[in-house]
Nanobody, 120 residues
Framework: QVQLVESGGGLVQAGGSLRLSCVAS????????MAWYRQAPGKQRELVAA???????NVEDSVKGRFTISRDNAKNTVYLQMNSLKPEDTAVYYC??????????????WGQGTQVTVSS
């Protein structure tokens, strides 16, 4: 059994910062890509940023230069540092992790989501 626990969301004024964390625990054999998605009301879930085990990152254009994704492989944790937040960043942010529970079983797992609200 695998669990993803997110933390760090909240209410912040425009221009402020937040740092999201997501810890994976349970029967983990290895972790591949870790990512953050977000879903605003009435919109589809979208990729915000992703990072490979080796540290290669992919960041969505609208947050490039403001958001930074990083990970600590020893702690099975992925972070999203969000600076210069804008009201349009308001959404529920979800952690997504592709991991293996054995050498032959790989799946995507999702966190429960954490609300980020940016006031103008």
């Amino acid at each position: 059994q695998v669990q993803l626990v997110e933390s760090g969301g909240g209410l912040v004024q425009a221009g402020g910062s937040l740092r999201l964390s997501c810890v994976a625990s349970g029967s983990i054999f290895s972790i591949n890509t870790m990512a953050w998605y977000r879903q605003a009301p009435g919109k589809q879930r979208e990729l915000v940023a992703a990072i490979t085990r080796g540290g290669i990152t992919n960041v969505e254009d609208s947050v490039k230069g403001r958001f930074t994704i990083s990970r600590d492989n020893a702690k099975n944790t992925v972070y999203l540092q969000m600076n210069s937040l804008k009201p349009e960043d308001t959404a529920v942010y979800y952690c997504n992790v592709r991991l293996s529970t054995s050498w032959y079983a790989t799946s995507d797992y999702w966190g429960q989501g954490t609300q980020v609200t940016v006031s103008s």
